[in-house]
């Protein structure tokens, strides 16, 4: 398989990227989506990410606005280390013989750059650096540059970012693009290769989807002949059917309600939104109010799937009705699939010593997964009983013993409490803590 690797650039650094990207024809395509402004990243990943396998950015900058927007896809860009920073180094100094100290630069850690000028023997004290993470505005790097410039602190000025370049040039003031070299973009395209092999590896998993719809048999009696619980198993299974057709798949009828499906974890995540577990969860729910839910499952072998979907399947049986939970081949759970609220937590733990407390404490590491889920989707990284209670589905007495317990244990800290809204006691806020 070639993965599709879209490219998100300037032209220049688009260009070379393509060029070396020739280097590995037989194993990507390189898809190039060339912008005037950094911030044309935002649309053309939204735009282009059902398209594109993985992607690779020119710089920091565009990396970091596609990483807003969410994008599920592997996405790396080229480190500007020390040999794409010497080039303009020795340009400053050598070439056009300008004191270090007088040249404004941005971008760079701190430490990538002053270990570049100690292995190059410049000096490099007081050095007008703006070093970030992520994404500045090119509006505030113009600024910096042109604001030192005028004041009579710089003589020229060097930036990682193409616009900025063009921007401080249209003004008369000397300045050095620092660019990525071929080494670094090489660097980056070999990682590109390696995940769309490992991409390839999951998509090929298989995937085995349980659907199970408790006691059918109980509709006899209810006003209901046999003649019309069979009706019902034809209607669910034309339903299943037509679910299974989108996905390439084949699907088996066990009986008494129960079916399983086998297509591929590609098929599965690629499928469109008709194909997805929740919207056939409606469509059961049109035909039937037996309590239905749906278990899934990857795993390298049939038997791994197959397994993990019965592991899912019993968890969103204890989530409640009508609902869809997913077991990937790492034990991963997610779910309930495509609902409000929907949260994701591990069943696995390697750490001895938080499972012989999770046992004194009485709480399973799948419970102490959840809540930390929970509090991951809260996002204030802090939880309370109520919270608990709402998102887990139980009551807040059990919730407020739960807590309890693993404070008592040492796996959750009160951190706080909140006034209510109506009378009653304070409610304890707490912070429960990473698994190692």
């Not at 019902?232 to 034309?238: A, F, G, M, T």
């Amino acid at each position: 398989m070639i993965a599709r690797v879209g490219a998100v650039g300037p032209k220049d650094s688009i260009d070379l990227i393509r060029e070396i990207g020739q280097e590995f024809q037989d194993r990507l395509t390189i898809v190039p989506f060339v912008y005037q402004n950094v911030s044309e990243t935002a649309n053309i990943v939204r735009r282009e990410e059902h398209h594109i396998d993985l992607w690779v950015f020119s710089g920091q900058a565009p990396y970091a606005i596609a990483q807003e927007q969410n994008i599920k896809q592997t996405a790396l860009f080229p480190q500007l280390n020390g040999s794409s920073l010497t080039k303009v180094l020795l340009e400053i100094v050598y070439r056009d013989r300008l004191q270090l100290g007088r040249v404004s630069f941005d971008t760079i850690l701190p430490e990538h750059f002053y270990e570049t000028c100690a292995e190059s023997d410049l000096a490099y004290d007081a050095i007008p650096l703006l070093s970030y993470t992520g994404f500045k505005p090119t509006e505030e790097l113009v600024a910096y540059h042109s604001g030192l410039f005028a004041q009579g602190k710089v003589d020229a000025c060097a930036t990682c970012l193409s616009r900025v370049y063009e921007e401080l040039k249209s003004r008369g003031i000397p300045v050095y693009r620092i660019t990525p070299n071929r080494m670094t973009i090489r660097t980056m395209l070999h990682l590109a290769s390696t995940a769309g092999e490992t991409m390839h590896f999951k998509k090929s998993q298989i995937a085995v989807m349980f659907i199970d719809i408790e006691e059918p048999e109980k509709l006899i009696g209810q006003n209901k002949s046999s003649y019309d619980v069979r009706r019902l198993d034809l209607q669910l299974q034309e339903t299943i059917l037509g679910h299974v057709e989108a996905l390439s798949g084949s699907f088996v009828a066990l009986g008494n309600g129960k079916y399983i499906v086998f297509t591929t974890r590609g098929a599965f995540e690629t499928a469109e939104e008709s194909a997805h577990p929740s919207v056939l969860l409606e469509k059961i729910a049109l035909l039937t109010d037996l309590k239905t839910n749906i278990g899934i499952g990857f795993g390298v072998t049939a038997l791994a799937a197959e397994r993990n979907a019965q592991i899912a399947l019993q968890h969103a049986k204890k989530t409640g009705n009508f609902c869809a939970i997913l077991v990937t081949d790492t034990g991963d759970i997610e779910g309930p699939l495509r609902q409000t609220g929907s949260i994701n937590f591990n069943y696995r733990t390697e750490d001895i010593k938080t499972s012989e407390l999770l046992k004194r404490a009485g709480v399973t590491i799948t419970t102490y997964n959840k809540l930390l889920s929970v509090q991951k989707n809260l996002g204030q990284n802090s939880i309370s009983a109520p919270d608990i209670a709402e998102w887990l589905g139980m009551t807040k007495r059990n919730a407020r013993r739960i807590l309890g317990d693993l404070e008592e244990h040492g796996l959750v800290e009160l951190i706080g409490e909140e006034a209510p809204t109506s009378r009653g006691r304070p409610r304890k806020i707490f912070r429960v803590k990473e698994l190692h």
